[in-house]
């Protein structure tokens, strides 16, 4: 039995690749990443889909990685107008005064450190949980910390490219 791909994949597989590029942005700020992804259409399922984006992510030279992280902002600061930050960082909306500015704290401290942006695959988790998150990162060395910035990366474009095959005829 086969099973017809989500439409918003086949809409992806067929769309000009200007059109695909920009929904791989919204994905993934990083240009290596998304031409790895474009180059590879049309893909037959989902899971082939993540399978290249994985292999893309890990293949991201640290150029590569950094303008992937420069496309997402700090935790408990999400992008105005950007919806996929909003409710990727949910669990920051209804967290207190005091722990915002705690997180902004950590962020900056955090940012001081490794140079970048604290990056954690937010969704589903609470203001406490990102919190502790930072808390316990900022004592990585920097070569672990890299490698785990790397897979909450790629965690992060997992559920993005989910959201995006599996949308509605309207996405774009």
Request: glycine residues 8%; neutral net charge.
């Amino acid at each position: 039995m086969t099973t017809d791909p989500p439409p918003g994949l086949t809409r992806f597989n067929t769309s000009a690749d200007g059109a695909a590029r920009a929904a791989l942005r919204e994905v993934c700020a990083s240009t290596a990443w998304g031409s790895r992804l474009l180059a590879h259409r049309p893909y037959a399922t989902t899971d082939a889909l993540l399978a290249a984006s994985d292999t893309a992510t890990a293949a991201l030279s640290d150029d590569g990685l950094a303008e992937a992280l420069a496309g997402h902002p700090p935790i408990g600061r999400p992008a105005p107008g950007d919806p996929a930050s909003a409710r990727e960082q949910r669990g920051m909306t209804g967290a207190s005064d005091a722990l915002k500015a705690e997180m902004l704290d950590l962020n900056l401290a955090y940012q001081a450190k490794f140079g970048h942006v604290f990056l954690i695959c937010a969704t589903g988790r609470t203001g406490e949980q990102l919190r502790d998150a930072v808390r316990v990162r900022i004592g990585n060395p920097p070569e672990e910390e890299r490698a785990v910035v790397r897979a909450e990366l790629g965690r992060i474009n997992r559920l993005r490219l989910t959201r995006l095959v599996h949308a509605g005829p309207d996405a774009p």
